[in-house]
């Protein structure tokens, strides 16, 4: 995204720099005409053509060095892009399509959901196992609480027997 845009920016501004060169280029061949015409009246031969070969020479020089400068610009920006490009198609193979991922998404809460429910159903077994042994422990406190009535039930008919006999035994022995 960002790095794109960066690049388009860079290959738009040597493109301008490339048209500024280009109308410079034009300018300087018109002031060429325009230096020919006006020593054609002032100077020599010799003397036109010696300023004029330094004139080309200057100017060409100069736009040689622009050149390879802009031609240097857009080497780096070649192999920046290439870069990015390289970078960005790595990343995307390693990115799962949307496809993928909401696959992976809807296993994930399918076994979630199963497993859930394997917990529910264990929970509702041990819960129902529970009941049932509560039921059998009240059942067993039932059972021993009448066991332990009749028995203490027995015990005072003893405790009451033994005192009528010892009360009979006072009164043979008194008589």
Known sequence: GDSADKHAQELQSIREAHAKF???HGKHAKDLEA?????AHHATLGERIDYLEQSLGDSADKHANELASLKAQQARHSEALAKSTKDAGVALA????VGERLDYVEKLLGDSADKHMQEIQALRSAQGQQAKDV???KEAHAKLASDSKMQQATHMSTAERLDLLEARLKHCFSA
């Open 35 to 39: 230096l020919k015409a006006l020593h």
């Open 22 to 24: 280009s109308a410079a």
């Open 135 to 137: 039921a059998a422990t």
């Open 94 to 97: 390693h990115h799962a399509t």
